[in-house]
C-alpha cells in the first residue's frame, strides 16, 4: 500500500509510444491556462457576495490572504512539477512520495475536484448565457434551464452542450486548445480590466467607510450546518471584524481553484523544468492583483451592503447609471467561464489518464489517440458523464466539495515535498521551494484552517467519498496495480 514508484519510473512511463501525450506548450501557454481557469465564477459573483455579507471593503484583504494561502502551495506544486513532468499533478507527486494507497485516495479526490467543479462552472455559464438572451428577448423553457430554474424537472441543456463542445477541443488537441484558451482570456482580461478602469472614475469615498465593519455572530446554526472548527473547538465564526476577513478568505478561495490543474499539463510541456513554476507563479501573481484591484474598486463604486449578490460587478455598473458596461460585463463572464469549464476538464482527463497508465484504473484509458497524441478515451468518458451531470447539478450543493477536495490536495503536496526531500535529496530540482521545512508546514496549517471553516455536511460528503475510494482501491487498484505487478 506504501511502495512508491520512483520519479525516473514515472518520466520512463511518459516515453512508451502508445501512452505518450504530445509536447506542445510553452510558459506563456500554461500561464494562459492558469489565468484562464483561475479568473471565473469567483471574480464574477463571489466579490459581490463576500462583501455584503462577511468582510465589507475588508474583502481586498480576503483575497491577498487566500492568495497568499494558495501561493504557499503553489510553491511546493512548483517544486514537484518541475522535477516530475508527468501528467497526474498531485496524484503523481504523491506516488513519488508518499506512496500508492496516497497517491490514490488523492487521485480519487482531484476525480471528484475537477468533475464536481466543471459541473458547476457549466451551469454558472449556462446562467449568465440564459440572461443575457433575456436582453434579447429569447427565452430558453423552463424544464430545459437546469433544475434552479424549473419546477419539478428539468435539464440544463445549455450547461449540456458546452461540455460536450469542449470535450471534443480537448480530443482534437492540446494546441488547439492553448489557442482557444488565449483567445477567450485576452476578452476575459479585457472585461476585468474595462472593469477596474471605468469603475475608478465612479469611487466614491465613503463607500468605503468603514473598511473593516463591526463584528457580527454568524448565524451558523448547529450540527451539520455548522462550521467543523466550531464543533470541534467551541470557535464560531463571524461576519465582518477581522475574524471575518478569515471567514471570507475561506469563502473566496473558491476562486483561486485551478491553479493547480497546470501541474496537470506537465507531461505536455516543452521545458517543464523551466516552464512550470512560471506558468503556475505567473498565473497566480496576475490573479490576485486582479481580484484585489476588482474588490477595491466595486466596493468603491456601491456601499457594500447595497451591493447585489447574483451580478455585482454588473449591477454596481447600472446603480451608477452605466448599464451599457453592465452588459459588456455579462458577456465577458458568459465568454471567460468556456476557458475555466475547459480546464478543469483538461485535468480531469490527464489525472485519470495517468491512474489508468499505473493500472489503478483499467489500461484501458491509457491509450492516446494515434493521430492526436490525446488521452481521447478517458476525455470522452468523463466529457459525457460531466455533461449529464451538469444537466442535473444545483450549483450550490457542490460549491463547498469543490473547495475541500482542492485543500485536501494541497495538504498532501505540501507534505510530499517535505517527504521527498528526506527520501531523495540527491534528486535534481529545476525549482527548489524556499525554506523548507517551514513553508510546506505552512502551507499544511493554513489550507487545514480553511478546511476548517467548511460545514461538518461538507466533510461528511467528502468522508464518503474518500471511503467509497478505498474500497474501489482494495477491491480493483492494488491487484492491477503495475507497480506491484512489476515488484512479484
Known amino acids: 500500500m506504501f511502495r512508491t514508484k520512483s520519479v525516473e519510473q514515472s518520466i520512463l512511463d511518459t516515453e ?4 505518450a501525450l504530445k509536447k506542445s506548450l510553452s510558459a506563456l501557454d500554461l500561464t494562459v491556462f492558469g489565468v484562464g481557469v483561475i479568473i471565473g465564477t469567483g471574480i464574477f459573483v463571489l466579490t459581490g457576495k463576500v462583501a455584503k455579507e462577511t468582510a465589507g471593503p475588508a474583502t481586498a484583504i480576503a483575497f491577498v490572504v487566500a492568495g497568499v494561502v494558495c501561493a504557499l502551495a503553489a510553491l511546493c506544486y512548483a517544486e514537484f512539477a518541475s522535477t516530475v513532468p508527468v501528467a497526474g499533478s498531485a496524484y503523481t507527486f504523491s506516488y513519488a512520495s508518499l506512496g500508492e494507497l496516497v497517491a490514490w485516495i488523492i487521485g480519487w479526490d482531484l476525480v471528484l475536484e475537477f468533475a464536481l467543479g466543471t459541473a458547476v462552472v457549466a451551469v454558472g455559464w449556462s446562467g449568465y448565457v440564459r440572461s443575457l438572451m433575456d436582453n434579447v428577448n429569447w427565452t430558453m423553457p423552463e424544464v430545459l434551464s437546469g433544475p434552479d430554474a424549473a419546477e419539478g424537472f428539468g435539464f440544463d441543456l445549455l450547461a449540456f452542450i458546452l461540455v460536450l463542445i469542449l470535450t471534443v477541443i480537448l480530443v482534437v488537441g492540446m494546441k488547439l486548445s492553448a489557442r482557444v484558451t488565449a483567445v477567450v482570456v485576452a476578452i476575459k482580461l479585457g472585461v476585468v480590466l474595462i472593469v477596474i478602469i471605468a469603475g475608478l472614475f465612479f469611487i466614491k469615498a465613503d463607500n468605503y467607510k468603514p473598511f473593516i465593519p463591526p463584528a457580527e455572530q454568524q448565524a451558523t446554526g448547529s ?32 476562486a ?39 474588490s477595491i474598486v466595486v466596493t468603491g463604486m456601491q456601499h457594500y451592503s447595497e451591493l447585489s449578490v447574483s451580478a455585482p460587478l454588473a ?72 455533461a449529464i451531470i451538469a444537466g442535473f447539478t444545483s450549483i450550490d450543493e457542490l460549491a463547498t466539495l469543490v473547495n475541500i477536495g482542492t485543500l485536501f490536495a494541497f495538504v498532501v503536496v505540501a507534505l510530499g515535498v517535505l517527504v521527498l526531500r528526506r527520501t531523495r535529496p540527491d534528486l535534481p530540482r529545476a525549482f527548489r521551494t524556499p525554506w523548507v521545512p517551514l513553508l510546506p508546514i505552512a502551507s499544511v496549517a493554513a489550507s487545514v484552517w480553511l478546511m476548517l471553516n467548511l460545514p461538518a455536511e461538507t466533510w461528511a460528503r467528502f468522508a464518503g467519498w474518500m471511503a467509497l475510494g478505498v474500497l474501489v482501491y482494495f477491491l480493483y487498484g492494488r491487484s492491477h496495480s503495475r507497480l506491484g505487478r512489476e515488484g512479484r
Not at 230 to 240: A, K, M, S
Request: glycine fraction near 10%; charge should be neutral.
Open 256 to 294: 483561486f481553484i485551478g491553479f493547480d490543474v497546470v501541474a496537470t499539463a506537465a507531461e505536455e510541456t516543452k521545458l517543464p523544468q523551466r516552464d512550470m513554476p512560471r506558468g503556475i507563479l505567473g498565473s497566480l501573481i496576475i490573479c490576485t492583483v486582479l481580484y484585489v484591484a476588482v
Open 223 to 254: 450540527g451539520w450546518d455548522a462550521p467543523m472548527v466550531q464543533l470541534i473547538f467551541g470557535y464560531e465564526p463571524t461576519n465582518f471584524g477581522i475574524m471575518g476577513i478569515f471567514t471570507a478568505a475561506s469563502i473566496v478561495f473558491f
Open 315 to 386: 449591477d454596481a455598473f447600472k446603480a451608477v447609471g452605466h448599464p451599457v458596461y453592465a452588459g459588456v460585463i455579462s458577456f465577458g463572464a458568459a465568454v471567460g467561464l468556456t476557458t475555466v469549464c475547459m480546464i478543469l476538464l483538461l485535468g480531469q482527463t490527464r489525472v485519470f489518464f495517468a491512474m489508468s497508465r499505473d493500472g489503478l484504473l483499467p489500461r484501458f484509458f491509457s491509450r492516446t489517440h494515434p493521430r492526436f497524441k490525446t488521452p481521447y478515451r478517458p476525455t470522452i468518458l468523463l466529457g459525457v458523464v460531466i
Open 16 to 19: 512508451e509510444p502508445e501512452h
